[in-house]
């Protein structure tokens, strides 16, 4: 038996600038942060070796690995040619809430498999199968982000180069920044589940067309870079980044935002929020929210009927937990 566990991920700035149809033209960049959320995935040899027996969302016991209707699971195995074996998938969070499941599980999947194999693969390789799994095997029209984000643990710095490379760069913080830092962000599930794919079709769409989608992702590249170095200065200074952030994201695609999550928001910032935003690409799921030393509290109450999370901080990323 082998256990894989990968975080998700919340994105503070830059979120969208790592869509291909942007970054190759105007590279982009990003600031996210891994959380102690997890995906955890196991595997061991099937009983009856020629078949496999696949848990997640449904179960399939398909015959070879041709016929598996998981898209992801399907191409790993066939590219890491695995044989007959009983697998199964949990997590922390429903998929499609805005932490980046959909990456989270591929990363998981390639360390997990690699394991089985009995194979080593660095956390930065990792995340760069998975953007070759989901952008150009399977064509998913997503960026870059969510693969680094959950396979490297940590604050992360993430730039997406106009040559399709990659660069990151881990934000040191001291242990009281990120005491502060998780002491004052909070999640909130405003509830219900999407898939981030027609949001981003739009959105691709509209850096092909539109001259203000373009500006507004310039600026939200620049907060990214601007954010690195001003969290070392103060971790408070995110409150303000993520209000102008999400900002300038509410315009970038229809359906990005709606009128509970304007309300939500709304009630949070008169409660004593500094800023926040919706994770994800829009429409549903976990509204991050910073509320620094009191305002904690009257958060929370004015966005009761809401469930919070406490937004903790992993910093181990994608790891094998256990094999045997």
């Known amino acids: 038996m082998i ?34 959320r997890y995906i955890y995935l196991s595997m061991h040899k099937n009983f009856e070796t ?49 932490l980046g499941s959909s990456s989270c599980f591929t990363v998981g999947l390639i360390s997990l498999c690699n394991a089985y194999l009995g194979r080593y693969i660095s956390r930065a390789e990792l995340a760069r199968k998975a953007c070759e799994v989901e952008l150009e095997k399977l064509g998913e029209p997503i960026g870059k982000q969510d693969q680094y984000g959950c396979a490297l643990g940590g604050v ?6 106009p040559d399709d490379s990659v660069s990151t760069e881990a934000i ?14 909070i999640m909130f599930y405003l509830g219900g589940t999407r898939s981030a794919s027609a949001v981003l079709v739009e959105q691709n769409k509209n850096i092909a067309t539109h001259r203000s989608t373009i500006e507004s992702m310039k600026s939200m590249v620049q907060q990214a870079y601007d954010l690195r170095s001003d969290i070392l200065n103060d971790v408070d200074v995110i409150g303000p980044y993520l209000h102008r952030g999400w ?22 910032l008169r409660a004593g929020a500094t ?50």
């Open 172 to 185: 040191a913080l001291t242990q009281e920044m990120r005491r502060r830092l998780e002491a004052n962000l």
């Open 50 to 98: 020629d078949g496999y027996i696949l848990k997640y969302s449904k179960v399939e016991t398909p015959n070879s690995r041709s016929t598996i209707e998981h898209r992801i699971i399907r191409e790993v195995f066939e590219s890491l040619d695995i044989p007959g074996v009983d697998f199964n998938s949990s997590a922390d969070v429903p998929s499609g809430t805005g």
């Open 247 to 268: 900002i300038l994201k509410r315009g970038l695609a229809q359906g990005i935002s709606n009128p509970v999550i304007d309300d939500a928001y709304s009630r949070a």
């Open 3 to 36: 256990i894989s566990r990968t975080p998700l991920r919340v994105s503070f700035v830059g979120g969208g600038s790592d869509l291909p149809s942007y970054y190759r033209n105007y590279g982009g960049a990003v600031l996210s942060m891994s959380i102690t």
């Open 275 to 324: 800023g926040g935003k919706l994770l994800g690409a829009g429409s549903s799921g976990f509204l991050l929210v910073y509320a620094p030393d009191a305002a904690r509290e009257a958060v929370c109450t004015a966005l009761a009927e809401y469930p919070a999370y406490p937004v903790g901080l992993d910093t181990m990323g994608s790891c094998i937990i256990y094999s045997d």
């Open 156 to 161: 992360n710095f993430i730039r997406f180069n």
